[in-house]
Every structure is written in C-alpha cells, then in structure tokens.
C-alpha cells in the first residue's frame, strides 16, 4: 500500500469558511499540506478528478459520487434558517417565473440543484435554466438570477432586485430542517492508503474550527477586508452559519438527496459514510 506523506487539501475561497481555516492558515504550509483555493465547482471537479485528496465540496458532488468519497465528521456548512450567501434575486413575483429564463451562477451545484427544489415545491413553477457569470445586471431576457457566496454578499446590499429568496430559509420553511449546503469529503481510496495523515488533516481542521469560533471577532475582522460589509453584519452572518454535521444536519442532508432522486438529478440514494 503506497502511502504519502503530502496531502492536496481544497479551499472554499468565500468568507463563509473563514472560521473553519482562519487559524489555521498560517502553519499549513509547514505541515505537509497543498492548500487549493477555489469556487465550490471547481473543487468539486478537482476532487472528483484526483487531483485534490481532500476538500470541502458541494452537498450535491457527494450525492452523486459518494461511492468515491468518505465525509469528514463534524464539518460542513450548513444553517437552521437564513443564510443571507445563496441567494436568488427576480425581477418578477416568483410564481410568474415558470418558462421564464433565470441565470444561475456556475459556482455552485447544490445551490443551483436547491433553487429547481424550492422553485417547483414552493412556487409550483419551473424556469428556464441558464447557466452563466454572475453580473450586477440581468442579461437580456432574464428574469431572476441565483448569486452564492461573495457575490450574493454585494447583490442583496444593492438593493436592485424587487424580490429575493434567501435559500436557506425557504428550505427550513419547506422541511423543518437545516440546509446543508456543503461538506469536507476525502477520497476513498487516498484515505485507505493514509488512514493517519487523514486523521490527523481532520483533527487539524476541527481544533482551526474550534479556535476560529472563539476567536469569531479575529475572524469578522479579517472578513472585513475581504468584503464591503461591517462588523455587526458580519458577526450576524457568521452566527446565522453552522459549521457542525450533527445527526439533525444529517437529516437534512439526506431530505436532499431524497429531493434530488425524486427530480432525477441523482440516480440512487446516497449513504452517508464516513472515515
């Protein structure tokens, strides 16, 4: 069995991972690891590739290569509500949308896969999809558009769009239960070539997460130099977030999959494994 002694680790590069990685950040470097910023997509493709070896992804990437993957416990990305970073925008009522072109950002698929969800069960309509970059003005003939992360931060504080649907809240308006929008998951097979250098890459990102929630004024500090909003919005929107993978979270996690499987988009239902 070959084992390595380097790990290529992915990187959400928006705010909302900030206090998993913030104290961390510093001593990586120093510790073996390859850290890989990207959009959730990217990560998502690099991943499934193997050219990362562990990474947070999209919910939806496990859902539909989960045979290839393990999930990190007691990490994810996930809320009981509001979310205030994924966020759909619409120049019109959102029950007049059907056959209407909406734009969706590439950055994400599980917030693209949750819209469709949402959409259809909570509206009763279902849009045109497009997918393309994300612009403060709709392209010509669009109607609505779907803006994660960063991105979703500077649209809402615009003001431009009449009507908007936080994600989070309108999934926990529809299952009861918490949205969770991505997770940490290791290849399969890297983590039974190197069980300990996973191990100790987990442990690692939980103590970072532990200290990063401690120390949440640091982190809303060095946020604030990577976005246009203040402090009190920033420690509102890091306390909105949950950063756990309790068996509630699970739950959701799997309502989810459930959806998907019924929409088509996943073939079968996911397990959750974990290492």
């Given at each position: 069995?070959?084992?390595?002694s380097?790990?290529?680790?992915?990187?959400i590069?928006?705010?909302?991972?900030?206090?998993?990685?913030?104290?961390?950040?510093?001593?990586?470097?120093?510790?073996?690891w390859?850290l890989?910023?990207?959009?959730?997509?990217?990560l998502?493709?690099?991943l499934?590739?193997?050219?990362?070896?562990?990474?947070?992804i999209?919910?939806v990437?496990?859902?539909?290569?989960?045979?290839?993957?393990?999930?990190l416990?007691?990490?994810?990305i996930s809320?009981?509500?509001?979310?205030?970073s994924?966020?759909?925008?619409?120049?019109?009522?959102?029950?007049?949308?059907?056959?209407?072109?909406?734009?969706?950002?590439?950055?994400s698929?599980?917030s693209?896969?949750l819209?469709?969800?949402?959409?259809?069960?909570?509206?009763?309509?279902?849009?045109?999809?497009?997918?393309a970059p994300?612009?403060?003005?709709?392209?010509?003939?669009?109607?609505?558009?779907?803006?994660?992360?960063?991105?979703?931060?500077?649209?809402?504080?615009t003001?431009?769009?009449?009507?908007f649907?936080?994600?989070?809240?309108?999934?926990?308006d529809?299952?009861?239960?918490?949205f969770?929008?991505?997770?940490?998951a290791?290849?399969?097979?890297?983590?039974?070539?190197n069980?300990e250098?996973?191990?100790?890459?987990?442990?690692?990102l939980?103590?970072?997460?532990?200290?990063?929630?401690a120390?949440?004024?640091?982190?809303?500090?060095?946020?604030s130099?990577?976005v246009k909003?203040?402090?009190?919005?920033l420690?509102?929107?890091?306390h909105?977030?949950?950063?756990d993978?309790?068996?509630?979270q699970?739950e959701?996690?799997s309502?989810f999959?459930?959806?998907?499987?019924?929409?088509?988009?996943?073939?079968d239902?996911?397990?959750?494994?974990?290492?």
């Amino acid at each position: 069995m070959q084992q390595s002694s380097r790990i290529r680790v992915g990187r959400i590069h928006y705010i909302n991972v900030l206090p998993v990685y913030h104290a961390l950040e510093q001593t990586c470097g120093g510790n073996g690891w390859q850290l890989v910023p990207g959009a959730p997509a990217e990560l998502n493709g690099l991943l499934f590739r193997g050219e990362l070896d562990l990474s947070g992804i999209s919910s939806v990437e496990y859902g539909r290569h989960w045979r290839e993957y393990l999930l990190l416990p007691q990490l994810s990305i996930s809320t009981a509500g509001d979310v205030r970073s994924v966020l759909f925008f619409s120049r019109i009522p959102f029950s007049g949308l059907s056959g209407k072109e909406v734009v969706l950002s590439a950055s994400s698929a599980t917030s693209a896969a949750l819209l469709k969800v949402l959409l259809y069960e909570l509206f009763g309509v279902q849009p045109f999809y497009r997918t393309a970059p994300v612009r403060d003005h709709l392209p010509d003939g669009a109607y609505g558009l779907l803006a994660i992360g960063d991105e979703a931060l500077r649209l809402r504080a615009t003001g431009r769009y009449p009507y908007f649907l936080d994600l989070g809240r309108a999934w926990h308006d529809l299952t009861g239960l918490p949205f969770v929008f991505g997770v940490w998951a290791v290849r399969r097979k890297f983590y039974n070539e190197n069980p300990e250098l996973v191990q100790r890459v987990h442990q690692a990102l939980l103590e970072s997460k532990a200290q990063g929630l401690a120390g949440l004024e640091d982190v809303c500090r060095h946020a604030s130099t990577l976005v246009k909003m203040s402090l009190p919005d920033l420690r509102h929107y890091f306390h909105l977030l949950n950063y756990d993978l309790e068996p509630r979270q699970q739950e959701g996690l799997s309502a989810f999959f459930r959806y998907l499987h019924h929409f088509g988009v996943l073939e079968d239902l996911p397990e959750l494994e974990f290492i």
